[in-house]
């Protein structure tokens, strides 16, 4: 059985330089992430893959998810866990047969239709969004709220991750549309306490009805 954790940590060294990789990964574990995605757009392939080496590393140590956002090639030399593939990035369908079934393959949507492309090109959960306003990603699409998500979570038997404008105070929102869990960038990266900032997350995550 896959483990698609419920709350997923976007390392990333571009919107903030306080932090690298490392030092997000560390924290954000510490406060509770369950899955770690490695998300650098640009730079030295020799050095990402050193990188995510020493990012799988410390999440195995965890016991937690490792995904490579975008990189089949850097995810296969650092024995990632799995990878995460926009619309645009390396066909899913390829990487599943690259991969194997035992690695997890997670793709990007922001329609519902695109999620049914996901679902049948063959991944194994859907991150969908931005289902709030988000300044993460200049790439991100219109934002397709709370109704759109539930019917995304309702037509997709697949687990679906929110992802864009997620925070601890719309986790509750997110949670009760059905959504499996959630995948942020800036509401830890871009703060002062990584720790504390995941800990908030993960608490509303598992807050009782």
């Known amino acids: 059985m896959k483990n698609i954790g419920k709350l997923h940590i976007l390392t990333d060294t571009v919107l903030q330089s306080r932090f690298s990789h490392m030092e997000i990964t560390r924290l954000a574990i510490a406060g509770g992430a369950d899955t770690i995605q490695y998300r650098q757009k640009s730079g030295s392939t020799r050095e990402m893959i050193e990188m995510a080496r020493q990012m799988k590393s410390l999440c195995a140590e965890a016991g937690v998810t490792f995904i490579v956002n975008d990189r089949v090639d850097v995810a296969i030399a650092a024995d990632a866990h799995g990878v995460h593939l926009g619309q645009d990035d390396f066909p899913l369908p390829m990487a599943r047969e690259i991969l194997g079934e035992g690695r997890v393959v997670g793709g990007s949507a922001a329609t519902l239709d695109e999620a049914l492309k996901c679902l049948r090109d063959g991944a194994d959960y859907v991150g969908f969004g931005p289902v709030f306003p988000t300044s993460s990603k200049d790439d991100a699409g ?3 709220g709370i109704d759109v998500l539930k019917q995304v979570v309702r037509d997709i038997p697949l687990p679906i991750i929110a992802i864009g404008g ?40 598992n807050k009782g009805p």
């Open 142 to 144: 219109p934002v397709s």
């Open 166 to 205: 997620v925070d601890a105070e719309n986790i509750p929102d997110v949670m009760k549309a059905g959504a499996h869990g959630i995948a942020v960038i800036s509401a830890v990266c871009c703060q002062d306490d990584l720790e504390g900032a995941t800990r908030s997350l993960y608490e509303a995550l």
